[in-house]
């Protein structure tokens, strides 16, 4: 039984699972179990949203308040356009100019990499930058809405040379997230989810250069 009162599945695998993680981490099964756990809560929780959501609109859902209702438009993203279409109109503007024969997953890797540096530059020597870019001209404003752009491209037809359906994949990974920091333990600290155990203290022994 989850903390919010639901219930998860646990199998054989899963058992498993949570064997091999506690002895590769060095980190006591009782505590991998526990983060094991609310990673499958997450997925499982995630997948009901999604069939709910298709009967439901969530702009209806009950405000906040009018700070955040007013944060909330600012940051909506549009409606009614999906990766899988820009998926597919960056496959038919690479056929159109013959570009396929370049477009291989190193060269992709390679040019997200390099759009990166473009969004990075756009920030280079402004210190901290407070959310909505306030005191921004419009020239600004309009770079850093291109680069973002470039970024999302290339990732979209790196997705796609490399057969990766980065819905999905997006999802997935926001679960393994969500089992390597539950937020009752991981709340307020930016801590790197090796360094946690299971009564919340730090490990000395945490590998940072993991992914």
Not at 23 to 31: F, M, N, V
Not at 95 to 123: I, T
Request: glycine share 8%.
């Amino acid at each position: 039984m989850a903390a919010d009162g639901t219930s998860c599945s646990s199998d054989g695998a899963s058992r498993e699972a949570v064997a091999a993680l506690s002895k590769q981490l060095g980190i006591e099964i009782g505590a991998v179990e526990r983060i094991f756990h609310a990673g499958m809560c997450h997925a499982e929780t995630a997948q009901k949203r999604r069939r709910i959501g298709e009967h439901t609109n969530f702009s209806k859902e009950e405000p906040i308040s009018t700070e955040s209702n007013e944060a909330a438009a600012q940051t909506k993203f549009s409606e009614g356009i999906s990766f899988e279409q820009l998926r597919l109109e960056l496959a038919d503007f690479a056929r159109q100019r013959d570009w396929d024969q370049f477009h291989s997953p190193r060269n992709l890797a390679l040019a997200l990499v390099g759009e990166v540096g473009e969004l990075c530059e756009c920030f280079q020597w402004k210190g901290e930058v407070a959310e909505g870019l306030p005191g921004w001209s419009e020239k600004h404003r309009t770079a850093v809405r291109q680069e973002i752009a470039d970024v999302l491209l290339y990732l979209i037809r790196l997705s796609h040379k490399c057969h990766v359906d980065l819905p999905a994949a997006a999802l997935d990974k926001l679960a393994v997230n969500a089992a390597k920091y539950p937020a009752a333990l991981v709340r307020g600290s930016s801590r790197k989810y090796t360094e946690y155990t299971v009564d919340g203290g730090s490990r000395s022994d945490a590998h940072q250069d993991e992914c």
